[in-house]
């Protein structure tokens, strides 16, 4: 089945320590986006690449940073993280830019120590 | 700035008692409002996209309705396992992304 595919599922870092979320994609679309989400609250859209081009949210900081070596693979840096970083990190793919379904993965739980 | 705003935020319900979810939005340019189911720890699953006011769809026990300012979330004769959290989020057509609401918990009782 085409999905979106996160690893690792669970991530522990230390303050400060640089950690890197993966993701990939069978369904060949050309979007990625990363989405922060905590606890009870609603997922907040980080960046997206739209093919190689990369878009970052005004909002968001600069301790994050994404790479997309190609089409099936991208992935979220933080390099320094903080407690407040500390949430569930969902990657996401659509087709296109305009109103097609957009399709999440299972999500990466960041806990920072 | 793009806005939705779900209610309420946590809803029981028993087993078979029927009900909605409400999704308010103030979304420029809409172009698309999407139901999403998420179970804790997973990621969002995609229900419905509705396009335009007075259009409905319907997935088993679910049916989603829009109107110009928001949109509903039926839940007919509910089960336990369609306890998660259902969020909303609305396409902008300026900005070109999805806005999301903080979702409905729901929880049906047996």
């Known amino acids: 089945d085409a999905m979106v595919i996160q690893n690792p599922r669970y991530q522990v870092t230390q303050f400060g320590k640089p950690v890197t979320l993966s993701c990939s994609q069978t369904l060949n679309h050309n979007v990625m986006y990363w989405y922060q989400q905590k606890s009870s609250q609603a997922p907040k859209l980080l960046f997206h690449y739209y093919d190689k081009d990369f878009n970052n949210e005004a909002d968001t900081p600069d301790n994050f940073q994404s790479r997309r070596p190609n089409t099936s693979f991208c992935f979220l840096d933080i390099r320094s993280p903080g407690l407040g970083d500390a949430a569930m990190y969902l990657c996401?793919?659509?087709?296109?830019?305009?109103?097609?379904?957009?399709?999440f993965g299972p999500g990466t739980r960041l806990t920072v120590l | 700035e793009d806005q939705v705003t779900q209610s309420p935020e946590a809803l029981r319900l028993q087993e078979g008692e029927s009900s909605s979810l409400n999704c308010s939005y103030t979304v420029s340019g809409l172009r698309g409002l999407f139901w999403y189911r998420q179970d804790p720890g997973k990621g969002p699953e995609f229900l419905f996209t509705l396009y335009s006011a007075g259009e409905e769809k319907e997935k088993e026990r679910l049916k989603a309705t829009l109107t110009k300012k928001e949109s509903f979330l039926h839940i007919t004769a509910p089960k336990p396992e369609d306890s998660a959290t259902y969020l909303c989020?609305?396409?902008?057509?300026?900005?070109?992304?999805?806005?999301f609401g903080s979702g409905t918990q729901l929880t049906v009782l047996p």
């Open positions: 996401a793919t659509s087709r296109d830019r305009g109103r097609q379904r957009v399709s």
């Open positions: 989020a609305g396409f902008s057509g300026s900005a070109r992304q999805l806005t």
